[in-house]
């Protein structure tokens, strides 16, 4: 059976060609660490792809500022519905339509034990976490493709109760797999509760994300700040304030102007390391997110971070950028006592409660994201687009199983 799939090639370019139908072994391949070749998962399910979506880690890696190979399948965001059983799976039933955390967790170590599941010891021979689709991660192969291996099902998969409620709510659910998990976990880092006011650096999907759950938790002033228009005007679609970064390089006077004080509760890092400075000629600066929370975060603030920072980026502009080391003020979040937060989001802790929040109507994270539905073969432009800046959030629908059910949607209500 064949398996349509995105696969990265070089800096600025992915195609979609067939990597052929996958079994219950992670087998060799782009990116594959060796010491996990041929493991064996009759802990796993091979799912048909309902949804998978592009994100922006994968754009990282496709404009060539990570080590990713040459072949390597990219896709680590992934809905869908269960068609082959492990002989070692217990729970989880053929039919079954399931959310997938983009970590990679056994369930088993100390760590998954303390709900630490983006930092399982088992999973990735290199270092602690694991994730499907990404450099450095163990080699797990992607689900932007018709069909993927998920291990550890019963652990890991998150099941929806109701299937056509699920299949009705799909570009929401879909984001359960990590941008909506990734922009709570922001917020809650970053200390949100009733009344904050707070600041979110980057209008992309997780700043969107990011935006949305500190307005689920309670916030009384969301600012987003961002060097693109559309997508603060994104932002403003779901009530948020903006400061346009090309505009402006003074934060503080800029949240000044809104809140009436120059700096707020908590702020959230929702770019990582491809930041740019402010003002209409600021080139790439890597540290200017964490540089201007720290300044703009009250003393005793808690500052999240979910957005991504690596420790090889061959496109850095100077040398101590290619291996993560940035130009910090840690000395003044020091002197304000600023407690920071970093590192992949453990997706499980939060996403049975958002998959609760989106089947009760509170959350509306498609919305908030601008949920953008694609064909598998319209990814490779998908993934241009987003380059570009335009505010969508792309969902590839690999089996027009989506639009299918939409288009019949759409012709009953037309009767």
């Not at 004080?261 to 209409?280: K, Q, Y």
Request: with cysteine.
């Amino acid at each position: 059976m064949s398996n349509k799939a995105v696969v990265y090639n070089k800096p600025g370019e992915v195609e979609v060609r067939d990597i052929g139908y996958p079994d219950l072994v992670l087998r060799d391949g782009p990116g594959v660490n060796p010491l996990n070749v041929g493991r064996k998962c009759n802990h796993g399910v091979i799912l048909k792809v309902i949804t998978t979506n592009i994100c922006g880690s994968d754009q990282h890696m496709v404009r060539g500022r990570t080590t990713a190979p040459s072949g390597l399948v990219l896709g680590h965001e992934i809905t869908g519905e269960v068609i082959e059983v492990g002989g070692d799976v217990e729970f989880i039933k053929k039919g079954d339509i399931v959310s997938v955390p983009f970590n990679i967790a056994c369930g088993r170590c100390v760590n998954c034990r303390k709900q630490d599941t983006h930092i399982c010891l088992n999973v990735n021979p290199d270092r602690p976490g694991s994730a499907y689709g990404y450099v450095d991660m163990g080699g797990w192969v992607g689900g932007q493709s018709e069909y993927v291996m998920v291990p550890y099902a019963d652990f890991q998969l998150l099941k929806f109760p109701d299937r056509e409620q699920a299949l009705d709510k799909i570009l929401d659910l879909t984001m359960l797999s990590d941008i909506f998990p990734t922009g709570y976990h922001g917020a809650v880092s970053a200390g949100v509760k009733m009344g904050s006011t707070v600041y979110v650096a980057g209008a992309g999907p997780v700043g969107l994300a990011a935006a949305h759950s500190a307005q689920l938790l309670g916030a009384s002033v969301v600012i987003v700040g961002d060097l693109i228009e559309e997508r603060l005007a994104q932002a403003r679609s779901f009530g948020c304030e903006t400061i346009n970064l090309r505009e402006h390089d003074n934060l503080g006077e800029q949240i000044t102007e809104i809140i009436g004080v120059p700096e707020v509760d908590c702020a959230i890092d929702a770019v990582g390391f491809e930041a740019s400075g402010h003002g209409r000629d600021a080139g790439e600066a890597p540290a200017t997110v964490l540089n201007s929370i720290m300044d703009v975060t009250k003393a005793g603030g808690r500052l999240g971070i979910p957005g991504l920072y690596v420790t090889g980026d061959p496109g850095a502009s100077d040398d101590d950028a290619k291996e993560g080391t940035l130009k910090i003020r840690f000395g003044l979040g020091f002197a304000k006592a600023h407690i920071f937060v970093t590192g992949q989001t453990p997706v499980m802790r939060y996403n049975r409660d958002l998959m609760r929040a989106i089947l009760s109507g509170r959350a509306q994270i498609a919305k908030a994201v601008n949920a953008t539905l694609i064909s598998i073969d319209e990814a490779p432009d998908g993934y241009k687009k987003f380059d570009g800046g335009i505010s969508r959030k792309f969902v590839i629908d690999p089996h027009g199983m989506v639009r299918d059910r939409m288009a019949a949607s759409a012709s009953a209500h037309a009767k």
